[in-house]
């Protein structure tokens, strides 16, 4: 899981006042975010094989279109293919290649493969959320149930057809990093 970092937030007994921390904001170097980059990497392949049009594409070239590592893929895409998102052909022309329409496979579908619960925290959970010292009178509850149901609603419409449709071409692959660098000299 990807973490958020933040300059000039005091630790270990150290104290801003109110008027320093609003003069001088912390500043974020990451992003939080409660994906898993397995996750991440999934729902880039998936996107990636809807705007290849239905034609299989080698592991390698997977990867380097979507830029992540080989190794990490070749360990995300037998999940998918188990779970029937995806389906591999061998041969030549071989590779893989969405195993239902777009239309069809939903964010969320993704997510839940790789996540389980999309509850932003255990006690709001649909199925058995685990008890809370704070179950009486409790009003955190319901907040993070609305979170959980807002997400799950944003991620069962996307659709991939919807997002390759929002994409507007086909997917490029990013530049040789290495191969822009001026050579050392």
Not at 61 to 76: C, D, G, K, N, Y
Request: hydrophobic share 40%; charged share 25%.
């Amino acid at each position: 899981m990807l973490t958020l970092r933040v300059n000039n937030v005091g630790y270990a007994g150290e104290s801003y006042g109110g008027d320093r921390l609003a003069s001088n904001p912390p500043e974020v170097e990451a992003v939080a975010v409660w994906i898993s980059r397995r996750t991440d990497y999934a729902t880039r392949a998936v996107l990636a094989l809807t705007l290849a049009g239905g034609g299989p594409i080698k592991l390698e070239e997977l990867a380097r279109r979507i830029a992540v590592p080989q190794s990490v893929l070749e360990q995300v895409m037998p999940v998918m293919r188990t779970a029937g998102l995806v389906r591999s052909e061998r041969g030549p022309h071989g590779g893989y290649r969405l195993n239902r329409a777009a239309s069809e496979i939903t964010l969320e579908r993704v997510v839940r493969l790789f996540e389980g619960q999309l509850a932003p925290i255990s006690c709001a959970t649909r199925r058995q959320p685990e008890p809370c010292d704070m179950t009486v009178g409790c009003s955190l509850r319901g907040v993070w149930e609305e979170v959980r149901d807002a997400t799950i609603e944003i991620l069962s419409r996307s659709t991939f057809a919807d997002l390759a449709a929002g994409a507007g071409g086909p997917w490029v692959a990013p530049p040789d990093v290495k191969a822009l660098r001026p050579a050392a000299v």
